[in-house]
Nanobody, 121 residues
Framework: QVQLLESGGGLVQAGGSLRLSCAAS????????MGWYRQAPGKQRELVAT???????NYADSAKGRFTISRDNAKNTAYLEMNSLKPEDTAVYYC???????????????WGQGTLVTVSS
């Protein structure tokens, strides 16, 4: 069974930085895409950033220039470096992995439990 464990959330003042980590556990052969999504209170879950195994990245407009996603394929881990944080970045951040090959099982999508990021003004 493949699981994703996020860490690094917390409380930070506006203008500050946080680094989120997402570690995939289990017997994993490959993960095509890993990404971060977020859900603010009363809002739908939205894309923040994704990164493919080959290194291609995609960012939401709100994240461009402030957030950086990276991956360590050998460790099956993804990171999200968040700078210049704003109160509107407050949300639960979820890690996502797509097309995960684990032994003879292929998972189309796996989600983590989420980590709370709170940005105070």
């Amino acid at each position: 069974q493949v699981q994703l464990l996020e860490s690094g959330g917390g409380l930070v003042q506006a203008g500050g930085s946080l680094r989120l980590s997402c570690a995939a556990s289990g017997t994993i052969f490959s993960i095509n895409s890993m990404g971060w999504y977020r859900q603010a209170p009363g809002k739908q879950r939205e894309l923040v950033a994704t990164a493919t195994r080959g290194g291609s990245t995609n960012y939401a407009d709100s994240a461009k220039g402030r957030f950086t996603i990276s991956r360590d394929n050998a460790k099956n881990t993804a990171y999200l470096e968040m700078n210049s944080l704003k109160p509107e970045d407050t949300a639960v951040y979820y890690c996502n992995a797509e097309n995960v090959i684990s032994g003879r099982i292929a998972y189309l999508e796996v989600w983590g439990q989420g980590t709370l990021v709170t940005v105070s003004s």
